[in-house]
């Protein structure tokens, strides 16, 4: 939204008159001149005070203009739903300029009414063009219905109290443990109140962590920088040394210039500040500066002719005399202001905008560098933003956390210092290690290897279990393996989104002690002859054997009770060499693979596997044909099931040695 307050700070916003016409009454007259200096705690006063007195019926459109002029004060403020009230007046009593119905649409915005702002909105583009910053606008309250009120992100957000007071603190800057603020706090250096917000003028205050990392009560700055004039919104050099700081000086009988000075730290004070030189700052203003993360550049906010009220631009501070800035262009800079950068590195600065689609009055926004030098920007979303405004970030070093200002949750348009933190995703990957009978496999060694450059290993417990913690959007490769089996290969790739996930992955070794039942193979009956659907399963034997090059193996099949040892060896042996073949056709070398029918002579013993798919049957048991016959006749054939099988045993693992 377009229209700004002037709470964060009003020299740091900077002061720009309105020069509204006045009228006869005298009165309104001095409301009128103080809405020029850029004094709107007092105009917001004497507006009302004024509007108040005109009860008669031929003070209708008269009322209709200072109601528009006292909205445009609580505007400035950051009083949004005073704002709109005073605009929907202005309405009702035949304002004519269309823009009491836009300055509605904006304030309804920052007050978190979004279904009435886009109301208002589509009420002024029906009748009239919309202007890009317009349209944004709409966008953003359109945002903010969709939201439902509710967190796009998953950031945490919470005030800080110890940093805050009855007033208004914004702008946090880090600095190694150190946390420096503006604050308009009773307390301040100066005794005389801004008549642009009737607060104290501002300081720079600091909290420092001790041993323990614990922040501190707060304190003026120690040093010359705080005076009775506005100090705030300050940003360090790498070494922490030098201090880049936003002044205002207010002159009698003339504007408040607003520019950047610096400050050096000598024997923990800072100096008093000297002017930076920039080309043009005795005609604009120049504030809110923030060093690159190498020292090349200041960014900072001014409202030298750009692209909207006030843009971001930056100067290199390696070239020596004035410095000229460079404007960051139209993917930053919009018809509205940008303000507050923080190059967080060389490719990522954040700022805060009115002119981008928000939630409300000014946002945070998230601008990476791209190759061919476009910035592109996208909105932080909730609940770092809110209807209010959100500005002034930092980061903790290397987290996505850190301090923000925002004057959510304040009718005055007072605003506050947060906490902001995205938590870790927590992507888990548990699995078990066991044989083909499900038997667990205890200390089976399970590495996990990404393309992230990690490497982990676990020993697997006594019920073979595992567990790691991972990466998202990263590609794995695991392998299993203990004494007695053949080593397991695995591979896949965690989820890329931000959200917690759980992944699992079991391995089944191949004993080199016992014989390992190959699942889904089938025949026809009487026949030895495989089915289609059986080749899957012979298929993963194949690539075993091709991972495992040195290994040689006993195809074994076995038939249930049912008909004569004659017949049943028989088939069981075709049936085995069925399976080589296939095995042969696949590309495995045939003198790596022997073949045997066994017939019904090595019935089944109950396995774990086995007693999970059918509890009816007791571990242990061997399914005889005695038994058998002794079960009710579903279990029969169940058990007859059980019994018809393909297994394979390792005969030895160094072939070609």
């Known amino acids: 939204m377009h229209m700004r307050k002037f709470n964060p700070m009003s020299l740091f916003v900077f002061v720009v008159g309105l020069l509204l016409g006045g009228c006869n009454a005298p009165k309104l007259s001095v409301a009128d001149e103080q809405m020029a200096r850029g004094e709107y705690f007092d105009a917001s006063r004497s507006y009302r005070k004024f509007y108040k007195k005109l009860t008669k019926r031929s003070d209708r459109e008269l009322k209709g203009q200072v109601a528009f002029k006292m909205g445009e004060a609580y505007a400035k403020l950051g009083q949004y739903e005073s704002a709109a009230s005073a605009f929907s007046n202005a309405l009702r009593y035949g304002y004519p300029d269309s823009a009491a119905v836009i300055n509605m649409a904006y304030m309804l915005h920052g007050a978190g009414k979004y279904a009435e702002a886009v109301k208002a909105y589509e009420r002024y583009m029906s009748e009239y063009k919309p202007t890009p910053l317009i349209e944004n606008s709409y966008k953003g309250a359109k945002m903010g219905v969709s939201s439902g009120g509710s967190g796009l992100t998953r950031y945490n957000v919470s005030k800080r109290n110890l940093f805050n007071t009855t007033r208004s603190e914004f702008a946090p800057m880090l600095n190694g443990d150190a946390l420096y603020f503006t604050t308009t706090s009773e307390y301040v250096t100066g005794t005389s109140r801004s008549e642009i917000t009737g607060m104290k003028r501002s300081d720079i205050w600091v909290s420092r962590k001790n041993e323990s990392g614990v922040w501190q009560r707060p304190q003026a700055l120690e040093g010359e920088i705080n005076t009775e004039m506005d100090e705030g919104v300050a940003s360090f050099s790498p070494d922490g040394m030098t201090m880049y700081v936003t002044v205002a000086r207010r002159e009698p009988n003339a504007d408040t210039r607003v520019a950047i000075y610096t400050s050096k730290r000598a024997d923990a004070r800072w100096s008093a500040p000297v002017k930076l030189e920039i080309e043009g700052d005795s005609l604009y203003d120049y504030g809110h500066p923030s060093v690159s993360g190498d020292g090349k550049y200041l960014y900072f906010t001014s409202n030298r002719p750009g692209f909207g009220g006030k843009d971001i631009w930056r100067i290199n501070l390696e070239k020596r005399g004035v410095m000229t800035p460079e404007n960051l262009g139209p993917s930053i800079n919009t018809g509205g202001d940008e303000m507050f950068p923080y190059a967080r590195t060389d490719s990522v600065l954040y700022f805060a905008s009115n002119g981008h689609p928000g939630y409300g009055g000014l946002d945070l926004f998230k601008a990476t560098l791209k190759p061919l030098g476009i910035w592109e ?200 060499k069925s399976v080589v073949d296939y095995l042969i056709e696949s590309g495995i070398s045939p003198d790596r693979m022997s073949h045997k029918g066994y017939g019904k002579s090595q019935p089944k013993r109950v396995t774990k596997r086995i007693k999970r798919l059918y509890p009816q049957f007791d571990e242990g048991i061997v399914l005889t044909e005695d038994y058998v016959i002794t079960l009710t006749p579903e279990d029969r054939e169940i058990a007859d099931q059980i019994n018809r099988r393909t297994e394979f045993k390792i005969l030895s693992t160094d072939y070609g040695f």
Do not use: C, W
Not at 395 to 417: K, Q, V
Not at 462 to 484: C, I, N
């Open 377 to 576: 920007v996208e909105n932080m979303g909730r609940p770092i933003n809110s209807h209010a405004d959100d500005f002034g970030i930092t980061f903790e070093p290397g987290r996505e956390a850190g301090f923000f200002s925002s004057g959510r949750g304040d009718a005055r348009g007072y605003d506050n210092i947060y906490y902001f933190e995205l938590p870790d995703i927590k992507i888990s990957l548990t699995g078990n290690v066991s044989d083909a009978d499900e038997e667990p496999i205890a200390k089976a060694v399970v590495r996990i290897i990404g393309n992230d450059g990690s490497n982990q290993k676990m020993i697997t417990r006594d019920d073979g279990s595992f567990d790691f913690t991972l990466q998202r959007g990263t590609s794995y490769v695991m392998q299993a393996g203990a004494q007695g089996f053949l080593n397991a290969r695995q591979s896949f790739v965690s989820d890329d989104a931000e959200e917690d996930a759980e992944y699992r992955v079991d391995f089944t070794l191949v004993s080199l002690s016992k014989p390992n039942i190959v699942e889904n193979i089938f025949y026809d009956y009487n026949k030895a002859t495989l089915r289609e659907e059986s080749k899957k399963a012979l298929d993963e034997v194949a690539e075993m054997m091709r991972e495992n090059p040195n290994i040689t193996i006993e195809m074994a099949s076995h038939t249930d009770r049912v008909g004569s040892d004659a017949y049943n060896n028989d088939l069981s042996q075709r049936r085995a």
